[in-house]
């Protein structure tokens, strides 16, 4: 697998940094790269993307789904939520359903 460094922990803590150093880019080509790389991180290590950088990252994702987006953006953003919901499970979404789903 081309991506299997990242389970290698400093690599995935890394690639999470990166990806919250460029949450405030504008352009709407990096924005949608960041939501499908949190999507992407959420399954390479589940159970660390649960118990740490979800509630670093996932509001991301949240902020383009409940923004004044496209609908485009915002159905990649919900596809994206969905996925990190698959990778994580249940408990770890939790917090994040009402404002998701509201």
């Known amino acids: ?14 690639m999470c940094a ?5 949450f405030g880019a504008r352009d709407r080509l990096v924005r949608r790269a960041l939501v499908a790389l949190v999507a992407r991180l959420s399954e390479f290590d589940k159970a660390a993307f649960a118990s740490g950088p979800i509630s670093e990252l996932f509001p991301f994702v949240l902020n383009v789904v409940k923004a004044h987006n496209t609908p485009e953006a915002r159905a990649h953003a919900f ?3 969905g996925e990190i919901a698959l990778a994580v499970g249940a408990r770890a979404m939790a917090p994040y359903l009402p404002e998701l789903l509201g």
């Open 18 to 22: 990166l990806a919250r150093e460029h």
């Open 79 to 81: 596809e994206a939520a």
């Open 1 to 14: 697998h081309r991506c299997d460094h990242l389970h290698e922990p400093q690599r995935f803590a890394l």
